[in-house]
């Protein structure tokens, strides 16, 4: 088969290392892919979010499979384009990625159908939002409805604080038409995990469980980011919080989807809050994600070109999920000063001495023929392990191998799961 891959991050990389191994697949591009998809794939200079570019070169290459790795492009609509030219493509259609694209649907849909979350409401109305505000108690989260990048949740501490990113979002725009409505959330605490399962409109399928560090410093201190690294399985998901999961959260909002004729197929992320051993759905993702891709993957046995053609065909029923024993962490190096300003061109070294460990690139590019900089997170390097312990001595010793000016990771990566067993 041919294949085409959207996106150009360390989990395209990743995603594109593994179905490379596919027995399906005997070419695959990537648009617009990066330095690591590049030795592995033939990238072409399309931008992911350019439906109609896309749709040509597909029909033109006879593509027979399309996977979507961002968000942007599915709550855009690439999939019904897609499925209009009968082209075959992976992820959920507009209506079902509305689950990621909009906050308030994906509150009003868990409402409707019990599914376990934080309360929420919804405003327009930057004076109602207001008012409604002085009856919360602190903290809270202040949301922008819309897709904002990662940047559109504000967690506020105090009343003034809150006030201020509602204004930010209703009244100043500054995630623009994403900010058109604001979702103010009760605070939940706890520990968060990541749940990825595979959809075929019917039938869900987990993925290995695995926790992402969000915030930019160890011991979870500083900015959120994309990521800073994250590791698989979580502990923090016990087999019995794994089967509530599966069925009083994923299950249901898969059924409840189809009930309201959005059919959803493709990857559904549910990032989760864990506290006493009860999980609540924190967001949906319409998409793997990243970088939890980069340590699940290489966990993962079965072919992934196969599972995703059964998505398709509605037949994942019929499959089989087979998963490695070994852990796996993944650290990610980024430019130094992320997530704010940094600076771009770094050379990086040593990427050919490592042995132990899959290096996927994120913010790359060839420059003069050497590898370098062009973006925030730079690198993920994932490690495998027989268990948690042994896949972050691997993972890091591997990292020391690896360097550019003012780099940048964590040391704490995969730290709450030592000690602890499934
Ligand atoms: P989201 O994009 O909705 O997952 O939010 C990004 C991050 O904000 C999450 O990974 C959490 O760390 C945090 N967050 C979001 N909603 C809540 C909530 N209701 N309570 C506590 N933390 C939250
Ligand atoms: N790791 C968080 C995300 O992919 O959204």
């Not at 990389?13 to 697949?25: F, G, P, T, V």
């Not at 398709?312 to 490695?324: D, S």
């Not at 024993?325 to 990086?348: F, H, M, Q, R």
Request: proline share 3%; net charge positive; with cysteine.
């Amino acid at each position: 088969m041919k294949i085409l891959l959207f996106g150009s991050g360390g989990r395209e990389h990743c995603l594109a290392w593994k179905i490379r191994q596919s027995r399906h697949c005997t070419k695959l591009f990537c648009a617009p892919g990066n330095a690591g998809t590049a030795q592995i794939a033939e990238n072409v200079a399309i931008n992911a979010e350019d439906i109609p570019a896309l749709l040509e070169f597909s029909l033109k290459e006879k593509i027979d499979l399309t996977v979507v790795g961002p968000e942007n492009p599915l709550v855009a609509g690439i999939v019904d384009e897609f499925e209009k030219k009968g082209l075959k493509i992976f992820g959920p259609k507009k209506a079902a990625a509305m689950l990621e694209g909009s906050k308030a649907f994906a509150k009003k849909i868990m409402r409707k159908y019990c599914i376990p979350t934080a309360e929420a409401k919804e405003f327009v109305s930057a004076e109602e939002a207001l008012a409604y505000l002085q009856r919360q108690k602190m903290p809270v989260v202040v949301k922008a409805d819309g897709l904002a990048a990662g940047k559109g949740v504000l967690i506020c501490g105090t009343l003034p604080e809150a006030e201020k990113a509602v204004k930010k979002i209703l009244l100043e725009k500054e995630f623009g038409e994403a900010g058109a409505k604001v979702v103010i959330e009760e605070f939940l605490e706890g520990e968060e995990a990541s749940f990825l399962a595979f959809c075929d409109g019917k039938t869900v399928k987990p993925m290995a469980s695995s926790q992402d560090h969000k915030r930019v410093f160890d011991n979870d201190k500083g900015l959120n980011t994309g990521g800073m690294g994250a590791y698989s399985p979580a502990p923090v998901v016990t087999k019995k919080i794994e089967l509530e999961v599966l069925q009083g959260i994923m299950q249901k909002i898969i059924d409840a989807m189809k009930k309201e004729g959005a059919e959803y197929k493709g990857v559904l992320y549910a990032g989760l809050m864990i506290k006493n051993g009860k999980a609540k759905v924190l967001e949906f993702n319409a998409r793997f994600g990243d970088p939890e891709t980069q340590v699940i993957l290489p966990r993962m046995e079965s072919d992934l070109v196969e599972i995703m053609l059964a998505c398709i065909e509605g037949k994942l029923a019929e499959k089989e999920l087979e998963w490695k024993k070994d852990a796996c962490t993944g650290v990610v190096l980024a430019s130094g000063g992320y997530p704010e300003n940094y600076e771009k061109g770094k050379e990086i070294f040593g990427l050919e001495k490592v042995e132990n460990a899959f290096v996927f690139q994120a913010g790359t590019k060839i420059e003069n023929g050497k590898t370098v900089t062009s973006g925030g997170r730079v690198l993920v390097v994932s490690a495998l392990g027989k268990n948690i312990e042994e896949s972050i001595k691997n993972a890091y010793s591997e990292v020391k191998k690896i360097s550019f000016e003012k780099m940048h990771y964590r040391k704490d990566i995969g730290r709450k799961a030592v000690g602890k067993k499934r």
